[in-house]
């Protein structure tokens, strides 16, 4: 490493926010950027650690002690080019992913991990200023055709991958820009659209095509995709959101999150928004489920001038460190306390809520909820709950979000109509190791087969489906989990 006693020497220093009384104001990124001196100061703090857990941690499997090593050394090209060797998408992945390389930090067994993640984020950005990212499409082409259907992280993973391989890739999205979650899904605070659009016009330079509001199975025949590609990856991801199925659900006032934060995508986007708006202006908002989508909504909510903001989550409050349950380095639950939390919000734990309130109109007007106890079992995981005796109350709200996670794909349509089949969670169920379908020519990645995950999961998904796809094609594949890179 540049500085082997660097993680005796700094402490792990985060980057300064924009005032949270201010960034509520607009939807732009409020992170700064660390200084050129902290950034080296930070990457120091790597250890040479012998065997670098964080890569493992990492389901990309990044490079990790050899990107830092090359930032100490302010060698930005190849840094970049380690980062990239293994991760497209770093832009992403620095901004949105909760980085579990972090969590297996061999530092972070007793000190502050390093700050991986904001270096990465670093080493793609400086890239880009310094010019080292440019389009590089392939010199020749395979003739074979694939298709993609979906544009988040993981079809986009694999459009990239498979278009390095020399294929002629289409990428089908339902929605009327590419992106799919990272467009209409991370609201621009944590991720500006800006830099989903870079990407993009980098990927059509290299030849890729996208077809947007081409929704397979619906204006897009399927027989015509069977026809005449070679081969369908499948990345529409996990669409189909968890309900609350109680007393009152109809009422007005109870939304999707994704519906809530779709829209506010939009608005900012300056692009028309299909439906009712669904606004927290002036309205006592709670939102159900204790993730990073149910904080999204907290942010929003507070951007659009909420009266008060609250959030539940039914099951117990997390740990704020690692228990015996959590042993390093696996990834603990551990509680959160984001940017958006930040920005002001009511939260509560072990609550559950039992109905839905709405007035003589049907509008919501309040919540029905009670405390439970939970029953923890020898491994210190919760398995059984009971109501509080005399906890249950109703709380004043206009707007409910729910923010629970998400099932299983759409079915109707698209899977339902090519015959793939599903697994017993209802994702489409493909081979783990080559991701292949029952369809021979099939194939899928991302949370369409593995269920709700990251989005650092969805690239490795998408890469490691087009190595598979490549080898579907061609007999065998040029493309590796990771690439050259020349470190002279």
């Known amino acids: 490493m540049g500085k082997v006693t660097g993680f005796q020497e700094y402490d792990r220093v985060a980057p300064t926010r924009e005032e949270a009384t201010t960034r509520v104001k607009h939807y732009g990124e409020f992170l700064n950027e660390l200084p050129s001196t902290e950034l080296n100061r930070q990457a120091a703090r790597c250890m040479d650690c012998g065997v670098p857990f964080c890569q493992s941690g990492c389901p990309l499997g990044n490079v990790i002690p050899e990107f830092n090593d090359a930032v100490y050394n302010a060698k930005w090209e190849l840094a970049a080019n380690i980062l990239l060797s293994t991760n497209n998408f770093p832009e992403f992945t620095g901004r949105i992913c909760p980085a579990p390389c972090e969590s297996a930090c061999v530092l972070g067994i007793n000190r502050p991990p390093v700050s991986i993640e904001e270096i990465e984020k670093h080493i793609i950005e400086i890239a880009f200023e310094k010019g080292f990212i440019k389009a590089k499409a392939p010199l020749i082409r395979t003739g074979k055709k694939v298709a993609v259907i979906g544009s988040g992280p993981a079809g986009m993973a694999a459009a990239a ?3 390095k391989a020399g294929h002629e890739v289409t990428v089908f999205e339902r929605d ?4 799919g979650l990272l467009r209409y899904g991370i609201p621009d605070f944590k991720l500006q659209k800006n830099v989903v659009d870079r990407r993009i016009d980098l990927m059509k330079e290299e030849g890729i095509i996208f077809k947007c509001n081409a929704n397979v199975g619906e204006n897009v025949e399927i027989s015509t995709l069977l026809r005449d590609y070679q081969a369908i990856v499948l990345a529409g991801g996990s669409t189909i ?22 829209q506010q995508n939009k608005r900012v986007a300056n692009r028309p928004v299909e439906f009712e708006d669904i606004m927290a202006t002036g309205k006592n908002v709670i939102v159900i489920g204790g993730g990073d989508t149910g904080s999204d909504c907290i942010g929003t909510s507070n951007r659009h001038g909420a009266k008060s903001v609250t959030q539940f989550e039914i099951m117990p409050m997390p740990p704020s460190a690692r228990s015996s349950n959590m042993p390093w380095p696996t990834y603990p639950m551990l509680l959160k306390h984001t940017s958006s939390h930040e920005e002001g919000a009511e939260r509560a734990w072990s609550v559950n809520t039992k109905e839905f309130i709405a007035d003589e ?12 106890e939970w029953e923890i079992d020898a491994n210190g995981r919760p398995v059984t709950f009971k109501e509080v005796a005399g906890s249950e109350r109703d709380l004043p709200c206009e707007l409910v979000l729910l923010a629970m996670g998400f099932l299983h794909p759409q079915k109707e349509g698209l899977i339902e109509n090519l015959g793939v089949e599903l697994d017993n969670r209802g994702n489409v169920k493909a081979s783990e190791h080559t991701y292949q379908t029952n369809i021979a020519k099939i194939f899928a990645a991302g949370d369409v087969r593995r269920g709700q995950s990251l989005v650092v999961w969805a690239i490795s998904e998408g890469r490691e489906a087009a190595r598979k796809v490549d080898e ?10 990771r690439d050259a890179v020349a470190y002279a």
């Open 472 to 481: 579907y094609l061609m007999g065998t594949t040029k493309l590796a989990s």
């Open 161 to 163: 991958q498979l278009n």
């Open 176 to 179: 009327d820009a590419p992106g």
């Open 241 to 262: 959101p968890r309900d609350l199925p109680i007393e009152g659900r109809s009422a007005k006032g109870v939304h999707y999150a994704m519906d809530f934060l779709k």
């Open 361 to 372: 109109n049907g509008n919501l007007k309040a919540l029905k909820v009670v405390d439970v």
